[in-house]
C-alpha cells in the first residue's frame, strides 16, 4: 500500500474499532472456546475480561480518532495523536501478550504478571491517600487493606503458576514482546515500536525534547501514518487473536 492507502485503512479501522467497543457481541466468549474459564483472578476477573478490558481501552482511543478525522476535515494533531496512540499501542499489546500462550495456564500466568503490576499502582494510590487523610480514616484504612490482599493474592498465584513473587511486566518488555506481531509488515518492528514509544510518552509526558523531533516536519499524511500504522497494526493482531481464543470465525 501506497501512504495514502495506509492513511485510508488507520482512519477505517479507526472507525471501526469505535463501533466494535460499543457492541456486545465483542466480548462474547463461545461455550467450549480456550478463553472460557470460571476460575477468576485476583480482583474478580476472568482473563478474558481483563483481555477486553485492554483491547476495549485501546479500541475507545482509536475511536476518537475516527471522531477527530471526521470533525476535523482530516486533520493532523500530531501530538495529541502521539497520546491517543500511545494508549492504543498499549492496551494492544496487553492483550496481544496475554492472548498469545496456546496453554490456559501459561495465558494466566501472563494475566497475573501484568494484575502484579496495577497491584504496585494500586498501592501508590492508596499512599496518596494516607499522605493526605487521617490515619484514623476508616475508608482509607479498608482501601490498604484490599490492597494488601490484592498484592498478596497476585504473588501467591504468580508463585503457584512458577514464576517469582515480584514478576512483572514493564511496559517497554511488554511492547518488545509483541512486536514479532508486526514482522510481516515492519522491516525492524523492535526499533519502529521503541521510537514512537518514546516519542509518544515523551509527548505524554510533556517533555521539551519532542518537540525537536523531525516527526512534524514531515508532510500531513506522512504523519499521520507514522504514528499510527504501528498501533493500529497491532489492533488488527489482537483483534485476530482474540477471536481464534475466544471462539468466535467472524468479525462481529
Known amino acids: 500500500m501506497d501512504t495514502g492507502q495506509i492513511a485510508e485503512w488507520i482512519t477505517d479501522s479507526a472507525y471501526v474499532w469505535g463501533a466494535r467497543v460499543q457492541d456486545p457481541a465483542s466480548i462474547e466468549v463461545a461455550s467450549g472456546s480456550d478463553l472460557e474459564d470460571d476460575k477468576v483472578l485476583p480482583g474478580g476477573l476472568e482473563v478474558a475480561r481483563l483481555t477486553w478490558r485492554a483491547l476495549g481501552t485501546a479500541g475507545e482511543h482509536a475511536g476518537l480518532l475516527a471522531h477527530i478525522v471526521a470533525s476535523s476535515g482530516g486533520g493532523v494533531f500530531a501530538k495529541p495523536y502521539l497520546s491517543l496512540a500511545r494508549t492504543t499501542m ?115 509526558h510533556a517533555r521539551t525534547w519532542s518537540w525537536s523531533a523531525p516527526l512534524e516536519d514531515e508532510d500531513p499524511i506522512t504523519q499521520y501514518t507514522s504514528i499510527w500504522s504501528l498501533p493500529m497494526g497491532l489492533m488488527d493482531e489482537a483483534w485476530d487473536l482474540w477471536n481464534k481464543r475466544r471462539g468466535c470465525e467472524a468479525n462481529p
Request: aromatic share 4%; hydrophobic share 45%; with cysteine.
Open 90 to 204: 498499549l492496551g494492544a499489546a496487553r492483550a496481544l501478550y496475554v492472548l498469545e500462550p496456546d496453554a490456559p495456564a501459561d495465558r494466566r500466568a501472563r494475566a497475573l504478571q501484568l494484575l502484579r503490576t496495577e497491584a504496585t499502582d494500586t498501592h501508590k494510590v492508596v499512599g496518596d491517600w494516607e499522605a493526605s487523610r487521617a490515619t484514623g480514616d476508616q475508608r482509607v484504612q479498608a482501601a490498604r487493606a484490599a490492597a494488601d490482599q490484592f498484592r498478596t493474592e497476585c504473588e501467591r498465584e504468580l508463585v503457584a503458576a512458577g514464576k517469582k513473587a515480584g514478576s512483572v511486566m514493564t511496559e517497554t518488555a511488554l511492547l518488545v514482546a509483541v512486536a514479532p506481531h508486526l514482522a510481516e509488515k515492519v522491516p525492524d518492528p523492535v526499533a519502529s515500536l521503541m521510537t514512537l514509544w518514546r516519542l509518544s510518552s515523551a509527548t505524554a
